[in-house]
């Protein structure tokens, strides 16, 4: 196993920010979470989580049971006050539509050392319920590491969360978090290997679609239009 291990300061802003934020949740909102006991114990794995609004990934690291790696935008490193928050975290930026040598390898090592990684498929917040279709990249990060994929569907958190919630409507918030699953493998070459990708990708989609309401499904509404 590697022996992987963020900074001493990220590991010092996360002891902080976890219950930080947890606190922030709890009081300006009524959160709801359930399917803990679908989190593994013993192995590493990948959490792949949908996408609305900048409300999502600070949801499910803070009241996730370990201080998960976290894959972002590179982006919201170029966004104040968000840059500030992945920068003390300490998450991982994504290149997006680019060979990103340096997450693979961090993740790989996160992954090996036996830590949890969320990453959201979508590639960036879709902000409005509806799920858009998955970038074939997702799939990639999780069959080079051979771990399973805890998906975790994410209602509640549109753009107009904190809007509400400063106006006392402490809008209902809940988190799901669904059974582990591995990703066939992928053994073709070229543009089969793309479309087998992307068709992994839309298994993770589809699985996250499962445990939301209908209208937070977008195009994921009907499994049936994707393999599954």
Request: positive net charge; proline residues 9%; hydrophobic residues 45%.
């Amino acid at each position: 196993m590697v022996d992987y291990r963020p900074p001493y300061h990220v590991q010092v802003a996360r002891w902080f920010l976890r219950p930080l934020f947890r606190g922030i949740f709890r009081l300006l909102s009524r959160v709801t979470i359930d399917g803990w006991e679908n989190i593994p114990k013993d192995r590493a794995y990948v959490i792949a989580a949908n996408h609305v609004s900048l409300y999502d990934p600070p949801l499910v690291l803070a009241f996730w049971p370990v201080a998960a790696e976290a894959a972002g935008a590179v982006e919201v490193w170029q966004r104040s006050g968000q840059s500030l928050l992945v920068s003390w975290y300490g998450a991982i930026p994504v290149h997006r539509g680019t060979y990103d040598r340096h997450l693979l390898e961090t993740i790989d090592a996160a992954l090996s050392s036996g830590r949890p990684v969320l990453i959201l498929p979508e590639g960036g917040r879709s902000h409005t319920p509806g799920m858009r279709r998955a970038a074939p990249g997702a799939a990639y990060l999780v069959e080079k590491s051979g771990v399973p994929v805890v998906p975790v569907g994410v209602a509640g958190t549109t753009d107009d969360f904190l809007p509400r919630a400063l106006r006392g409507k402490r809008p209902a918030v809940k988190m799901s978090i669904g059974a582990p699953f591995f990703l066939p493998l992928v053994e073709s070459e070229g543009d089969s290997r793309h479309n087998i990708r992307q068709r992994n990708a839309d298994m993770i989609m589809t699985h996250i679609a499962a445990l939301l309401p209908f209208e937070y499904r977008g195009v994921y509404a009907d499994p049936a239009g994707f393999h599954n």
